[in-house]
């Protein structure tokens, strides 16, 4: 089960920090992921952090955005820095399998386990 917290209203320029909990012990078997659905569009890859700690951003997003885990706390985190109203969204947590392939991870079908979403509103 994941938990995704953290969102919030924010305005053009701030930054959000979104945390996401894992329950179990077996956090560390999975790759843990960060999504987003903005009004009428449909869920977008934002980051990943694979094994290791091996990370993959959507160009959206790279250079403003890290993501990180803690497998000791069974967590994962977003930072968003520089924000924009194209932010604007809510964000989703997901796991998919550690051995799952990088080209497989942009894509929402590939998770098994997905948090309840978190709002994030960036105001102009």
């Known amino acids: 089960q994941l938990q995704a917290s953290g969102g919030g209203l924010v305005q053009t320029g701030g930054s959000l920090r979104l945390s996401c909990s894992a329950s179990?012990?077996?956090?560390?078997?999975?790759?843990m992921a960060w999504f987003r659905q903005g009004p009428g569009k449909e869920r977008d890859f934002v980051a990943v952090?694979?094994?290791?700690?091996?990370?993959s951003y959507d160009n959206s997003v790279k250079g403003r955005f890290t993501i990180s885990r803690d497998n000791a706390l069974n967590t994962v985190s977003l930072q968003m820095n520089s924000l924009s109203p194209e932010d604007t969204a809510v964000y989703y947590c997901?796991?998919?399998?550690?051995?799952?392939?990088?080209?497989?991870?942009?894509?929402?079908?590939?998770?098994?386990?997905w948090g309840q979403g978190t709002q994030v509103t960036v105001s102009s």
């Open positions: 179990g012990s077996t956090f560390s078997s999975y790759a």
């Open positions: 997901a796991a998919a399998p550690i051995t799952t392939i990088l080209s497989q991870l942009w894509i929402p079908d590939a998770y098994d386990y």
């Open positions: 952090v694979r094994r290791r700690g091996v990370t």
